[in-house]
């Protein structure tokens, strides 16, 4: 079964900088997406970025990057120049390429945006 | 903007009682998730339906847990009878088809006493 990682129960970040959360994923699949979700406290989760297995080219979404790593099983998210909307559990996610294509979640990682 | 909408957002039952939530897919989305959130924890699914049919629930405790979606639109999950343990956030997610991006809606907070 396909496991998500994410080892970072809470990071923090001053507003205007840089920060990068950490997540691994185990899979013997070939064909896979994967995904950062962010949930503000009390709010609906919503995606921040996908990133398709077979592209090798980065995702990226305005002040969101991430850094895909197939051979390691490694896929982080940068996020630049850090706002106090950024604050919220940020979840990596993995969606296997056929069967019922659901969705599994690390645990989350909580980032605070300190001013 | 289009959303997914759960009703209720807050409940609190007691043990052994029965539970039900429902949820309003955005309009057009073929495929239907709900997902349980224990705190600390990130979501599992419990059930997934592509139109009124299941496609998976693999992870659904069966025996008390059901779940239904009658005309392929919005859908109903039970819990009958209710355990501590099930204390948790229900999430519905809809999307327009298996490989389309999931919209979540806001959850639904269940706390079992």
């Known amino acids: 079964a396909q496991t998500v990682t994410q080892s970072q129960p809470e990071m923090s970040v001053q507003e205007a900088e840089t920060v990068t959360l950490s997540c691994t994923y185990d899979?013997?699949?070939?064909?896979?997406?994967l995904f950062w979700y962010k949930q503000p406290p009390s709010r609906q989760m919503i995606l921040v970025i996908r990133?398709?297995?077979?592209?090798?080219q980065n995702a990226t979404e305005n002040r969101f990057s991430v850094n895909f790593q197939k051979a390691a099983k490694s896929f982080s998210l940068k996020i630049s120049d850090s706002q106090l909307g950024d604050a919220a559990m940020y979840f990596c996610?993995?969606?296997?390429?056929?069967?019922?294509?659901?969705?599994?979640f690390g645990k989350g990682t909580k980032l605070t945006v300190n001013p | 903007e289009a959303e997914v909408a759960q009703s209720p957002r807050y409940k609190i039952t007691e043990k052994s009682q029965a539970v039900a939530f429902w949820c309003d897919p955005i309009?057009?989305?073929?495929?239907l998730y709900w997902y349980r959130q224990i705190l600390g924890q990130g979501p599992e699914l419990l059930v997934q339906f592509q139109d009124e049919s299941v496609v998976d629930d693999s992870q659904l405790p069966k025996d008390r847990f059901s779940a239904e979606r009658l005309k392929g639109v919005d859908s109903t999950l039970k819990i009958q009878p209710a355990e501590l343990g099930d204390s948790a956030m229900y999430l519905c997610?809809?999307?327009?088809?298996?490989?389309?991006?999931?919209?979540f809606g806001q959850g639904t907070r269940l706390t079992v006493v």
């Open positions: 309009s057009g989305h073929a495929t």
């Open positions: 996610a993995y969606r296997q390429h056929g069967g019922s294509e659901k969705l599994v």
């Open positions: 990133q398709e297995a077979y592209k090798q």
């Open positions: 997610a809809s999307s327009l088809g298996l490989r389309r991006e999931a919209f």
């Open positions: 899979t013997s699949e070939s064909d896979y997406y």
